[in-house]
């Protein structure tokens, strides 16, 4: 019987699949994005690379070598795992002279009245919808980050 029962259990995890929507990225995958999106880096200082999109959620990661642009996300909150690096993030306060790129994406040169956070590898940070942030980078310094977006429901 319990030959049987090893068998049955063999079997049933050979034909064992992860349910629909399940994705699983290792911390080292993850952390080989760093030399992975440096080779592909734009004059801007920051290039992305989607993983995956959900209904409500998409998960990116994000390499920076410059700071970014302040900006807004009207019905998207943002939740960073950083990576590698270091950076200073700005949140809230207001973006001055703020500018509609596109439907429900704000953006600016800068925040004024935000709170500053120092943020390294390890740190997890999320940032409500309609909240302005922007993260400031040090010459010479890079940040890589994973992102996930959620949507308002």
């Not at 064992?16 to 999106?37: C, I, N, V």
């Not at 592909?40 to 990661?61: C, F, P, R, W």
């Not at 642009?69 to 700005?90: I, M, P, Q, Y």
């Amino acid at each position: 019987m319990k030959i049987q029962w090893m068998i049955t259990l063999s079997a049933l995890t050979l034909f064992a699949a992860a349910p629909p929507g399940f994705k699983y990225w290792s911390a080292s995958e993850l952390r080989g994005f760093d030399r992975k999106l440096d080779a592909k880096m734009d004059g801007k200082g920051i290039v992305t690379e989607q993983l995956d999109t959900y209904s409500n959620h998409s998960a990116m990661v994000a390499h920076r070598v410059a700071s970014g642009e302040a900006e807004l996300h009207v019905r998207v909150a943002d939740l960073f795992v950083v990576e590698s690096g270091t950076a200073t993030l700005v949140v809230g306060g207001t973006i001055p002279k703020a500018k509609t790129t596109t439907p429900g994406e704000v953006r600016g040169a800068s925040i004024e009245g935000g709170v500053k956070q120092q943020l390294s590898a390890g740190d997890v940070v999320h940032i409500p919808a309609n909240t302005p942030h922007q993260l400031l980078l040090a010459p010479g310094t890079k940040f890589t980050y994973f992102v996930m977006k959620v949507k308002d429901q």
